[in-house]
Each structure stands twice: as structure tokens, then as C-alpha cells.
């Protein structure tokens, strides 16, 4: 039976006449790295600030850890650790006092520790540097070393990754893969970088004018950007015989009206044209389909600014 981190029924959330968000149902297992995906204004900061805490849901339900009720949620909220939208530093104190002042609020004074996490996030060199002589990419790594100093079992990052240069984003996303499989700690990560973003998530979620339009694991959405063939035939049942008998492959798909999907020879297309005509079967159209990642999170946004 999956375990469940997070799950939101009918999250909802105004602000006098306007519906930031609307009947948001989401659900994150144990262990998931789960991509929030949409533009600016689209619901996510709001979304993320009602999980938090930091917002009261205007109607609908959280469930934290398997928990619910306000009281099990609050007791819960130690366990997470979160950056919502930028790092609350203090820019005149070194990384290492920002970790001590921040452990002093959770209790947490021991030194080791601290240098622990700040070894796991490479800020382990930086002695004595003044957090405002920081590059953003180390501002990041330090609000990242803030939000796992209560030893977090779900991390929560509002674009943890934006404004990095193409260094910082690499580093960035290998130091939360590590995060994610060592430590087994279950991340909700929000980004407009949606070529990096599918690196790294391995479900996803994307919400649209404050409603969550789909939730899919990694896998579905290599099935739905999945490249192919696109077919239109006089006869289908002979181009399932040349595509076997000739090209060796049942890595193909029948659909009504007589068009086939080819999931493999992408590269073949004149092969197969000629193999068919051999056998008497017309080709009204033969073309290479198919979304790639960002076209098919465009497509579900229902516009180009993807942000």
C-alpha cells in the first residue's frame, strides 16, 4: 500500500473576490521528488504557503504524514523543512551564524551538526565570509542547509534553482538527488525550468489559473512525449504484416481510420513508404510526431509563458 507524505482534498483559497487556488487535490508518496509546474500566478507559492502553514486554506483539507485535523497537522510541521520563494539570511552574519541562530530557534545547538550539513551542501570552506559577499548560488546552498536543520523527512522548494547560472543549477539538482536517495528524504520542488525540472522529478504535478490540471509519474510522461511514426494507410492490416515480416517490430500501435503509430524506425520513414507500395497499400500521409517536454507542460498550461 503506497504511503502518502502530503495529500490536499479540495484545497481552496481566496482572497476576497479572487480564487488563488481552487479544489486542489494532490497527492505525494514517500520517497517521490514531485515537480510543481506552472506559470507565474498560476497558484503555486499560494499552494505551497497553505501546506506550510504560513496560509489558512480558505475550504478543503490537508493530510500531513497520514495525519489530518489542525492539531495533528501543526505537530507534524517539524518535520518539514521548506524555501518559499528566497532564503530568509541574515546577510552581515557568516553562513555558519546563520545556522546557529537558526538551531537555537529548533533547539538544535550542537556545532556537529551544523558543519555536517553545511559539508553536505559545500559551504564547508567558506569560514569566515560575510553571507552578503555570497554568489546567489551559495545563498541557495545556505537556505537549503537552513531547511535541513531539523533533519526534515519532506523538503519543500519554491525554484530553488532560479536565477542560478548552469553550474549552480547542476550542482543544485545532484545534491538533491543525494538528498533524495541517501537520505530518503520526499521533495516538492516548483520550477520554470522545465528541461532541468525533468531531470530530476519523478512525479509531477502542473496547476493552471489555481487549479491542478494532472498529476502523472516520470514514466507517463515519457509515454506521453513519446516520439513515433504517424501513418495514414489504405489498408492497415498489410502494413501490420510489412511492419512485422519486413522490419521485424510489433513496437506499434492501430487506431481507427486506418492510421498506425510506429514507436521505432523514426529514421525509416522512406524505407517503409517503399515496402508498402511494394505491397499495394497507399500512403496518404506518413510524419514524425510527438511532444517534447516543454510543448506537452505548454500544452496543459495552455499558453507559452511557462514561467
Same mark, same amino acid.
Request: aromatic share 8%.
Given at each position: ?9 479540495? +484545497? ?51 493530510? *500531513? ?15 518539514? =523543512? ?18 546557529? +541562530? ?33 554568489? *546567489? ?10 531547511? *535541513? ?6 523538503? /519543500? *522548494?519554491?525554484? @530553488? /534553482?532560479?536565477?542560478?547560472? @548552469? ?25 520554470? /525550468? ?10 509531477? =504535478? ?5 487549479? +491542478? ?69 497507399? /500512403? ?8 517534447? +517536454? ?14
Amino acid at each position: 500500500m503506497d504511503e502518502y507524505i502530503l495529500q490536499t482534498f479540495g +484545497l481552496t483559497k481566496q482572497y476576497g473576490n479572487n480564487t488563488a487556488v481552487y479544489n486542489v487535490n494532490m497527492k505525494i508518496k514517500k520517497g517521490d521528488i514531485y515537480g510543481f509546474i506552472g506559470r507565474n500566478g498560476a497558484g503555486k507559492t499560494t499552494t505551497i504557503r497553505m501546506i506550510t502553514g504560513l496560509v489558512t486554506p480558505t475550504k478543503g483539507e490537508i493530510e *500531513l504524514f497520514s495525519q489530518k485535523g489542525e492539531k495533528n497537522i501543526k505537530a507534524g510541521r517539524p518535520r518539514l =523543512g521548506s524555501i518559499i520563494e528566497h532564503p530568509a539570511l541574515y546577510p552581515d552574519f557568516t553562513a555558519f551564524e546563520n545556522m546557529k +541562530l537558526r538551531g537555537k530557534l529548533l533547539g538544535i545547538p550542537d556545532k556537529k551538526v551544523i558543519n555536517s550539513i553545511l559539508g553536505t551542501v559545500g559551504l564547508s570552506d567558506v569560514g569566515k565570509k560575510k553571507v552578503k559577499n555570497f554568489s *546567489l548560488g551559495m545563498r541557495q546552498r545556505l537556505g537549503l542547509a537552513l531547511a *535541513l536543520l531539523g533533519n526534515p523527512d519532506f523538503l /519543500i *522548494l519554491d525554484e @530553488p /534553482i532560479n536565477g542560478l547560472d @548552469p553550474e549552480g543549477i547542476v550542482e543544485m539538482r545532484k545534491l538533491l538527488k543525494k538528498l533524495n536517495e541517501e537520505q530518503g528524504i520526499t521533495i516538492l520542488i516548483s520550477s520554470h /525550468i522545465l528541461g532541468e525540472l525533468s531531470k530530476l522529478a519523478t512525479r509531477y =504535478g502542473v496547476i493552471n489559473n489555481g487549479t +491542478l490540471v494532472e498529476e502523472f509519474t516520470d514514466k507517463e510522461l515519457q509515454l506521453k512525449c513519446r516520439k513515433y511514426l504517424s501513418l495514414k494507410v489504405s489498408d492497415s492490416a498489410k502494413t501490420s504484416f510489412v511492419l512485422e515480416d519486413i522490419f521485424k517490430t510489433t513496437n506499434y500501435e492501430v487506431l481507427p481510420d486506418n492510421i498506425i503509430k510506429v514507436y521505432n524506425l523514426l529514421d525509416m520513414s522512406g524505407e517503409i513508404c517503399l515496402e508498402l507500395a511494394k505491397n499495394d497499400v497507399k /500512403i496518404y500521409s506518413i510524419e514524425s510526431k510527438g511532444d517534447d +517536454l516543454e510543448e506537452y507542460f505548454m500544452k496543459l498550461m495552455g499558453g507559452n509563458n511557462h514561467a
